[in-house]
C-alpha cells in the first residue's frame, strides 16, 4: 500500500516537471497536459485515498512553478479528479474505445477550466493551443491504455 502511494506520488513530481520544461517554440504548442493526464491515470490506477487534495496541492505546485494565478491549475485539477473519480467505474467496465473517450472529456474539461479561469486573468488560451493540448494529451492517454494495464 505504501508502495503505491508513493509511485503516485513520484507520478505526479514527474508531471510536474515535464509541465514546466521548456520546449523550443515549435514544439510548445504540442506540449501535452501532464499533470491532467497523471491525475486521470491515478484516478484510474491509483489508491482512493485523498485524490482530490493531492489533486489540489498538485495544481498549487503547478502554479507556483509556472508562474500562473495562484488556483488557477489547483481548480482545474481538482474539476478533472472530481469528474474521473465520478466516471471511474464506468471507465474501467467500458470497452477501451469508450474508455479512452471519457478520459478524453475529462481531459477537455481540464483544458476548458484552465482557458476559462486564466481569461479571466488575462491569460487566455488560444483555440489551437486547446486542440493541439487536447490531441497530444489524447496520444498520451491512448498509449497508457494500450500499453499499461488498468
Known sequence: MASA??????LIAGALLLAV????QALRLWQPPWLGV??????LAGS???RLLIAAVAGLAHDLLSGTPLGLH?????VLTFMATNLRDW?????PWQRFLLAMATLAAYLLTVALIGGWFGQPGSLPGLVSSLL?????ILVAFLFLKV
Not at 21 to 24: D, F, K, R
Open 91 to 95: 471507465m474501467l467496465s467500458s470497452p
Open 5 to 10: 502511494v508513493r509511485r503516485s506520488y513520484y
Open 74 to 78: 489547483a481548480m482545474a485539477a481538482t
Open 21 to 24: 520544461l521548456p520546449l523550443p
Open 48 to 50: 482512493a485515498q485523498n
Open 38 to 43: 497523471a491525475l486521470i491515470w491515478l484516478v
Open 136 to 140: 497530444s494529451g489524447g496520444l498520451l
